[in-house]
């Protein structure tokens, strides 16, 4: 985008959105991408009942693993160690981060490959590792893209969406030596993997995300198109793997069905390019492979989300997108106007969950309620009923219980006025005597329309007007009614 970025802070959202909604190359670019996107997703599935049913059954799936989580997570500690991977738990993101300094530390590691990873954007591992010196390079082409220009992913499928192939080739003839200017898309490629094929071999360390984690199995599952996740999970001597620990379920038999709903969701793919199992470090018959795994379980928030009975549907997610793509908000102000690391719907549901409810809650009202992105889940998450709890959560503290402890930050956009305003209102609906006199008083407080600007009364026709424009349309209909000829009896 040219001009201002914005900036990466939920509470910046209004600001944010003014950016980009006045940056008409942003807002077709997102446009464009989101069309794209749920046509395919709707080509996969154009019969509504077998979505419907393939549906049920991953939301079945999810909600079994979710109901027994602790010990399905102690079941694939138990499988993973077995088959010689490390497991480590990080209850943040400062943990986590320590974690993967410790072990570039012990391995002399001065450079990282990493594959596409939400949650390693989500603890801020490349800041976290340039800081003490170790560089984290980015191999998935879109976040590629973003690393050499310093910016943000806008979506969590495909991060670079915001940028064009004119901005690609702006990018890499100014960051990647010896690249020339082209507006070649093929041309882009493969100058992007000629560059990034001597980060994989010289890397001693490569990261990946993980789409699903097998408790029966000890396997970790990657889901993607481009290769360089398995390069990252093979080439160098160790892998590091870092996930949510909502990600595990508990059957190998239960992948196929998620993995069919992810794809189809998220790209309109029947399947992807590469499926990666994962069971373990390189053995000694094998000629190739990591000679370390590392598995990060990371916490950071979802634990809390976990234990409220009204939020834990949240963490049925499976990281499709499909939300995003069909909402009528992110289509307009894309990703990056969230400030958040998961922007859209799925964003505005489990930020306050990672962060707090005071500074996420805008999130929750940056939604229409239309719908769609509850239609469109794969795993039937019931994202406008969640939207409406953290509302509720946001202006309302209830008294803590065990089912239902407090969030953090609840109560934090409770206003005064609102709160006022709705005891008035329960006053004087209590009281017939009340009620008849308001009822009388409220059609003259209409003529403050005009006086009280708001961001209501900025965007919207007020209602005397309107009902005037309405009279004078009539008006001029029947008057256009009258001067035509009648035709011949
Ligand atoms: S909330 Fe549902 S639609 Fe949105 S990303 Fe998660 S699984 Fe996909």
């Given amino acids: ?238 892998h590091i793997a870092i996930t949510g620990i909502e990600k595990v379920v508990e059957k190998l038999d239960h992948i196929a069905p998620l993995f069919t709903l992810l794809t189809r969701s998220a790209t309109g793919q029947a399947v992807t390019t590469y499926l990666n199992v994962i069971g373990g470090p390189r053995r000694d018959d094998e000629k190739d492979g990591p000679r370390e795994v590392h598995l990060i379980l990371l916490d950071n928030g979802r634990t809390q989300a976990y234990r409220e009975e009204r939020f834990r549907e949240t963490l049925q997610c499976i990281r499709c997108g499909a939300c995003m793509n069909h909402c009528p ?3 307009r102000i894309g990703g990056l106007a969230y400030g958040t690391t998961y922007p859209g719907p799925i964003g505005a549901i489990i930020s306050p969950h990672l962060a707090d409810l005071d500074s996420t809650r805008d999130l929750p009202t940056a939604s229409s309620l239309c719908g769609a992105c509850g239609e469109v889940c794969p795993v039937g998450i019931p994202i406008p009923e969640l939207l409406m709890r953290l509302r509720e959560a946001g202006r309302h503290t209830h008294p803590a219980t065990p089912r239902q402890p407090l969030l953090k930050g609840q109560g934090a956009a409770r206003s005064v006025t609102e709160v006022f305003a709705w ?30 600007r708001s961001g209501w009364t900025d965007t919207r026709t007020p209602l005397r007007p309107a009902r005037r424009a309405l009279r004078e349309t009539l008006a001029a209909r029947s008057r256009n009614a009258a001067r035509r000829p009648h035709p011949p009896a």
Avoid at 139 to 165: F, V
Avoid at 429 to 435: G, I, K, M, P, Q
């Fill in 1 to 238: 985008m040219s001009g201002e970025r914005p900036v990466a802070d939920p509470r910046a959202l209004k600001d944010n959105a003014k950016l980009v909604l006045a940056d008409p190359v942003l807002r077709r670019n997102f446009r464009g991408a989101m069309d794209f996107l749920t046509e395919r997703r709707a080509a996969q599935f154009p019969d509504d009942e077998g979505f419907a049913r393939l549906r049920d059954l991953g939301r079945h799936i999810r909600q079994h693993a979710l109901a027994r989580l602790p010990q399905l997570l102690v079941q694939l500690e138990q499988r993973l160690t077995e088959q010689g991977m490390h497991v480590h738990w990080a209850a943040d993101a400062a943990a986590a981060n320590a974690i993967f300094l410790d072990l570039a530390r012990r391995h002399d590691a001065t450079t990282m490959v990493k594959g596409k990873s939400m949650v390693s954007e989500e603890i801020g591992l490349n800041h976290e590792m340039a800081a003490h010196g170790v560089a984290c390079i980015e191999t998935d082409m879109g976040e590629y893209i973003l690393q050499l220009d310093g910016d943000r992913p806008s979506h969590i499928i495909m991060p670079a969406i915001h940028k064009t192939k004119e901005d690609v080739a702006k990018i890499f003839a100014a960051h990647i030596p010896g690249a020339g200017y082209t507006e070649d898309v093929e041309e882009l490629i493969a100058i992007g993997r000629r560059a990034l094929r001597g980060e994989f071999r010289r890397a001693r360390i490569g990261v990946s995300g993980v789409n699903f984690l097998v408790a029966e199995t000890g396997s970790l599952v990657l889901v993607e198109n481009e290769g360089n996740g398995r390069l990252s999970t093979t080439v160098p001597d160790v």
């Fill in 423 to 452: 005891k008035a209102w329960r006053l004087i609906y209590a009281h017939s005597a009340l009620y008849a006199i308001f009822a009388r008083i409220a059609p003259r407080l209409r003529a403050l329309a005009g006086l009280v």
């Fill in 329 to 331: 908000v992110y289509a």
